[in-house]
């Protein structure tokens, strides 16, 4: 069947997620967007307490089939998740990513780790505080090109602990996820590191550092464009032993097999979509501020022409709405297929270039298109423009998706086209 | 629920479609667009894979019921073999689907069972007009009420099969508001040009121009009757089908400079292991794929009955016409001068790709 009917629960869902959006996260955009690195705590403790009511301990879907659940439904968890991360983002992308709950980190566990490991990780999201988690992947000299990463691993096999070294950069909620706060639970971040520098990806594997172990700290808060509420960090890690088991899969390199590399990578076409549905959200946010402001002017957007008749803000009008329904509409069909566990690269990618690509440019021509308006910090239109940008950067960027796109139509391997 | 895959019915349909696009429309097209002639047994063996026929109720000859989502893919899948093709296969869609949409009971009883029945016969439409800003719901053709019906006046281009057809429908304007009227051949005062039109693109088909003078409509030949009819379903099915075949001949541009891309080697690598190609391919991909979900939506809120499927329906049929023009010029340039010779056929699909922004009313699903 070809369908597209939201199904129920997402109604309901969207209906308090719009209401979290209007009051928790619009209000106080332009406040944290000029008070840099300052904590939106009530944000944070007010989504901590109603994922705790509605069972919802971590951002990352669960595997596990509670037991009772008898009717076979379709799954929708990550339709669900991106239909929740688009309307949070039309709310403020920056505040939804302080969203406590684990994001990449937890969802690292969740894809790589074991049922121990998930359990032993994961656990903690539903307890009392928001508790943070945090994907260290980045390093000073490699960004998208993940695998020239330095940071290591040596397992001493004295005391059976890793001996992790390295600096990593561009972590998303870093800092809440490591340095102790009254308000905060204790969390962790998921280090890629090398566990033999000889066999590249193959030796590829994510650790766990839990918040308070020595020799681990953030030494940085960047001061960013756009999403400033999100804190990004620069941490170093200086001879920080963790425990045997926190290593996330394989612990021998295996010749045959680029597991720990590939595993990585899989986090990447579950989050991909999501991370499209966060841009998708901000570009809603900025045509819906345009077109309001135009209709306040008087101006209504006549549909059914052909395009000679069309005035210019018309024209671009629509061409707004074609890109941001498509764009959505990918990111559907992506989540989907992940629901219903088919092979989503490809989709997942698809989405991501377009939505890099639709957020970027709705919110620069929204921006032009008020004139004046749109480029004063009066209205937050200025603000999403900057906080658009990421989307085509962060989770890949719009490059490297579009080179997972070519490799996958072509079927070539990323040796055939580099 | 949010579903993205064909029922097996559909699929069924697509796969009979499929294989006749590949060895039928596919291998005569080059040979049609020179010679200016599809061969009618061609056209007869598309028409017999029964998609108008599916369309249509029992209660009017035919075996099924309408969806819009089973015709926009359809639409693609002919559109995929050969653009003149498809639209010559569906010609009397131009004719029977106005009438199914918003034709009286007498109607529908008159010709419906007349045209699904029997062989192909083009049965057609006259929509578009000479002008620049040619726009269907400001028609300059025009319907006067005079003598108990109606009398049309007015130029109108570009109409499949005119010379041929039993009868067709004439969209003019009354009153300011569009509406169709049905038109049997050899009315009084409905001249045919004797010469084809000549165009850039769709060589293959046969267009003719019209010129209206005073022919006289009796009102039971008015669409709907005296009651007249809404103008959004007809557009919207135009639009749609404008839209699926623009992705049908966008995927076959793709599919064919992707395989090109695949084989061609430049500087010791196939040229496909080059970023600036594979980029260009993965954004074709990537924009075929965004147009084909709108549209599928579109189509899927048409036989919902959602209120704003013709809007939708619309922003799908913009949206395709810059996505098939960017496909197959860039499909053109990764073939290089390769590309703009006849003997491959990404030429004839870029000439293809540029006129669908004018070819609202020329496609119904």
């Known amino acids: ?418 | 629920m949010y579903a993205f895959e064909p029922s097996e019915e559909q699929k069924m349909l697509i796969d009979a479609i499929n294989r006749y696009a590949a060895n039928d429309l596919r291998a005569a097209a080059r040979e049609a667009e020179e010679s200016g002639e599809l061969p009618p047994k061609l056209i007869e063996k598309g028409w017999e894979l029964g998609v108008l026929q599916a369309s249509i109720p029992e209660a009017y000859g035919g075996f099924g019921e309408r969806s819009a989502v089973t015709g926009v893919l359809a639409a693609e899948e002919m559109a995929w073999g050969d653009l003149a093709g498809a639209m010559a296969v569906f010609t009397p869609h131009l004719f029977a689907l106005p009438i199914l949409l918003t034709g009286s009971e007498a109607q529908k009883q008159e010709y419906l069972p007349a045209i699904v029945e029997g062989e192909w016969r083009p049965y057609t439409a006259a929509m578009i007009e000479p002008f620049f800003d040619f726009d269907p719901q400001a028609l300059r053709t025009t319907a006067e009420e005079r003598d108990g019906g109606y009398v049309l006046n007015g130029i109108k281009i570009w109409v499949p099969f005119a010379a041929q057809a039993p009868a067709m429908i004439v969209y003019a304007s009354l009153n300011g508001q569009t509406q169709g009227f049905i038109v049997p051949a050899g009315t009084a005062g409905l001249e045919i040009s004797s010469e084809r039109e000549k165009l850039m693109g769709l060589n293959a088909l046969p267009f003719y121009r019209l010129t209206l003078k005073d022919v006289f409509i009796p009102k039971t030949q008015r669409l709907g009757e005296e009651a007249g009819h809404a103008m959004e379903p007809i557009l919207a099915a135009q639009w749609v089908a404008q839209a699926a075949m623009a992705v049908g001949v966008a995927r076959a541009a793709f599919e064919y400079s992707r395989d090109y891309a695949k084989e061609r080697e430049a500087f010791g690598v196939k040229i496909a292991q080059k970023q600036a190609i594979a980029f260009m391919l993965a954004e074709m991909a990537t924009e075929i794929e965004a147009i084909r979900l709108l549209n599928w939506e579109a189509a899927w809120k048409m036989d919902t009955g959602k209120e704003d499927a013709w809007q939708q329906a619309y922003l799908a049929a913009v949206g395709a016409m810059d996505m098939v023009m960017m496909v197959t010029d860039r499909a053109v340039q990764i073939l290089g001068g390769h590309g703009y010779i006849r003997d491959h056929p990404v030429e004839l699909w870029m000439r293809n790709g540029r006129g669908f922004a004018m070819f609202t009313g020329l496609m119904m699903v």
């Not at chain 1, 007010?46 to 069972?55: C, E, L, S, V």
């Open chain 1, 1 to 418: 069947m070809i369908e597209f009917d939201p199904p129920k629960p997402i109604l309901q869902q969207q209906y308090v997620l719009k209401t979290v959006a209007e009051n928790m996260m619009r209000p106080v955009s332009r406040y944290f967007d000029e008070h840099e690195h300052e904590i939106p705590y009530d944000y944070i403790q007010f989504m901590h307490q109603a994922m705790r009511a509605t069972g919802a301990g971590s951002l990352a879907p669960s595997e596990e089939k509670k037991e009772g659940e008898k009717e076979k439904r379709p799954p929708i968890g990550y339709q669900m998740l991106a239909h929740m991360l688009e309307m949070l983002a039309w709310g403020d992308v920056g505040m939804y990513l302080v969203t406590p709950g684990g994001g990449l980190g937890a969802a690292a566990v969740q894809a790589a780790g074991t049922p121990e490991q998930r359990q032993k990780f994961l656990a903690r999201f539903a307890g009392e505080k928001p508790t943070f988690a945090a994907m260290c992947m980045t390093e000073p000299h490699a960004g998208s090109d993940t695998a020239a990463i330095r940071t290591t691993a040596v397992l001493d096999p004295q005391t059976n602990e890793w001996v992790i070294n390295g600096q990593k950069i561009f972590v998303t909620a870093g800092d809440k996820s490591l340095t102790p706060r009254e308000e905060f639970g204790k969390g962790f971040i998921v280090v890629w590191a090398t566990i033999d520098p000889s066999a590249g990806r193959a030796g590829m594997r994510a650790f766990v550092v839990e918040m308070g172990t020595p020799g681990v700290k953030v030494v940085k808060l960047e001061k960013k464009m756009g999403i400033r509420v999100s804190d990004t960090a620069a941490i170093v890690l200086d001879n920080v032993r963790v425990p045997f088991d926190h290593i996330l899969g394989s612990p021998t390199v295996e010749k045959e097999t680029e597991k720990g590399f590939k595993r990585a990578m899989l986090t990447f076409d579950s989050t991909r979509p999501l991370v499209a549905a966060t841009g998708v959200g901000v570009a809603r946010a900025a045509l819906e501020f345009l077109k309001e402001k135009l209709a306040e002017n008087g101006i209504q957007i006549r549909y059914g022409l052909p395009r000679q008749k069309l005035t210019n803000i018309e024209r671009e009008v629509i061409d707004m709405e074609i890109m941001l329904r498509s764009a959505w509409l990918m990111v559907i069909k992506a989540v989907w297929m992940a629901d219903n566990r088919m092979p989503n690269a490809l989709a997942s990618s698809m989405s991501k270039v377009k939505a890099g690509d639709v957020v970027t440019r709705i919110t620069q021509r929204a921006v032009e298109l008020l004139g004046p308006l749109g480029y004063s910090r009066e209205y937050l239109l200025e603000k999403w423009f900057r906080d658009a940008k990421i989307t085509d950067i962060y989770e890949g960027t719009g490059q490297i998706n579009r080179l997972i796109v070519a490799r996958q139509i072509l079927g070539y391997t990323g040796a055939e086209l580099r």
